[in-house]
């Protein structure tokens, strides 16, 4: 039972064959037995999460505000606040932090009657792609228990990739849904900027941070996109245009679909398994109908070194608030205020936070801004001006969504250059605000192949139609 | 490139041991070594974009709204007294 998906267990649901209660019990055993070796989850919340199945079951019996979700069990990124429950960020220096207030996202799952099972993993702060820099456990990828499930939304993918919740929510600031989607062999969109509330996400990179939805098919994404999209007063980010009905974006005809490839993103660098199963979807896409280019975008090229700029000067000024006052962690050791500040600091972060605001405060202090922090926002402009060029020949863009399948833990952990250089792929996306998903295409050695399919800003519709039709026709997504 | 991890560490008020100071000395000059590849750019007429997207001022109406719970905030704190976060003594 545990292993269909949101829209298979609805239909399951509103015919009275399951119930919510069953569907989360049987979640919960699933848990007992795989996540001693997962461990994709920090904290479980099977108490409230009955209530809310029995809820939710009421609610069917009664057909009274049936949702979609109603009943259907989701985990949640560790670093959206849900109130009364742990939110840590997988960072000690919030490991007790129980937050006064549910984020946005989370009062909408509430609402539309889905079953919370817990808070996933992450890397600290969302600050990684391979989970491996979590303060508090490693998380394994199900494909292959001796490597990454990817980062930073790693426990998320994990989660739904061994069946341990039907759905789950990720935060997305360089690649972190889309990436371990891929690792972890189902589907992850990144929504555009502006389309989902980030009201209490725990911010990192806020000119980049973006929720998503994380799940096991085109279609389930487009149902949870659906409850998390839309305007929020509390966001000042956050967009007021109307948000359309995804799941009609849902058809298989592709006819005439103006797809580019991104030369440079299938050139050196990418590992051949990878190319080839790119090069395989591609044809699939030719033989749907669909009209391909090559496209070029050559600020590529700089895109590592722009986000590896800006994202940690903006993490460096958003984790200037934890200094040990009003919530998490304080030093036990501090004579004096600014002592406080050092200690609680050193104790509470971990090596690549601390890496992060170190090199974010280099780029904004005085005699490197306008060397580092400027000079990166300008080659911003560029990197945002080829995709406009590019989208404006093309309904949508498409590349692997990673350089190589996961990779081994421990490969990479000593050389964080090495590890974000393998973000390639994913970061102009949030570099240009544009929405993108990662949907299976492909597998090496039974290790799973993401492909990435990049739209125009608010267009979420056709690169949900764009996977979906590819989905269809094939069943990459039903490997495990 | 070298960068001089003591003041930066000041700056954002983060300890550090001189085992991570060595270390992160090391990796971020190979990031910023990696990051010179911007200066090949002649981006001098370019104007930065610090949004994706177009961002204005948003302003709430001007009404009075209930704050959250005093309770559920003050107990993350690691220090409080009488609905006040407590940090050591800042003036002698």
Redesign the interface.
Known sequence: MIDKTAHELHDLLIKKKISSVELAEKVFLRIESVEPQIKAYITLTKDEAIKQAEAADKRLKENKNVTLLTGIPIAVKDNMCTKGILTTCASKILANYIAPYDATVVTKLKEAGSVIIGKTNLDEFAMGSSTENSGLQITKNPRDLERVPGGSSGGSAAAVAANEAILATGSDTGGSIRQPASFCGIVGLKPTYGRVSRYGLVAFASSLDQIGPLAKDVTDAAILLQVMAGYDPKDSTSVNVPVPDYQKSLTTNIKGLKVGVIKELMGEGISADVKSAIKSAIKKYEELGAVISEVSLPSFEYAVSTYYLIAPAEASSNLARFDGVKYGHRSQEAKDLITMYYNTRREGFGAEVKRRIILGTYALSAGYYDAYYLKALKVRTLIKQDFEKALSNCDVLVSPTSPTVAFKIGEKANDPLSMYLSDIATIPVNLAGIPAISIPCGNANNLPIGLQIMGKAFDEETILKAAYAFEQSTDWHLKK | ME?N?EH??H???????DE?KK??SK??G???Q??E??NK?D?SD????????L?E??M?DDKVEKC??IE??M?????IEENM?K????ME
Do not use: C, W
């Open positions: 960068i991890i930066v560490a700056l954002a008020r983060l300890g550090l041991s991570e270390t992160f990796q971020l190979n990031i910023l990696y990051a590849n911007l750019l981006i370019i104007s930065p974009t610090s949004h994706a997207i961002m001022n948003v709430r959250q719970d559920s905030i107990k993350n704190g690691p220090e976060f940090v050591p003594r800042i």
